[in-house]
């Protein structure tokens, strides 16, 4: 199985940056993509960001787009959210998730997830 454990978050105020980590356990040598996905108070779950493990290529939602960016160490299994010029918006729990194969749709089939961790940003 893999385990994945997130850190980084915090409370910053609007405009600030913030840093996510997501360190990686387990069988991850044959995982697709990682992902980061978040839930605002009331709201459903959305995704945030993708990036392909073996490649590094990357996707991101139009909410986050050059503000945010998505990078992995693989030597370290460690998957990374830069999240710059922060908007009260997006005050959430971020969770980071786990891929294991294609299947043909960005942000669908993560089969593992982290406990999520608090990003608070204040106006």
């Known amino acids: 199985q893999v385990q994945l454990v997130e850190s980084g978050g915090g409370l910053v105020q609007a405009g600030g940056s913030l840093r996510l980590s997501c360190a990686a356990s387990?069988?991850?040598?044959?995982?697709?993509?990682m992902g980061w996905f978040r839930q605002a108070p009331g709201k459903e779950r959305e995704p945030v960001a993708r990036?392909?493990?073996?490649?590094?290529?990357?996707y991101y939602k139009d909410s986050v787009k050059g503000r945010f960016i998505i990078s992995r160490d693989t030597a370290k299994n460690t998957v990374y959210l830069e999240m710059n010029t922060l908007k009260p918006e997006d005050t959430a729990v971020y969770y980071c998730?786990?891929?294991?194969?294609?299947?043909?749709?960005?942000?669908?089939?993560?089969?593992?997830w982290g406990q999520g961790t608090q990003v608070t940003v204040s106006s």
């Open positions: 387990g069988r991850t040598f044959s995982m697709y993509a």
């Open positions: 998730a786990g891929k294991p194969r294609n299947t043909g749709t960005i942000w669908a089939a993560y089969d593992y």
């Open positions: 990036i392909m493990w073996s490649s590094g290529s990357t």
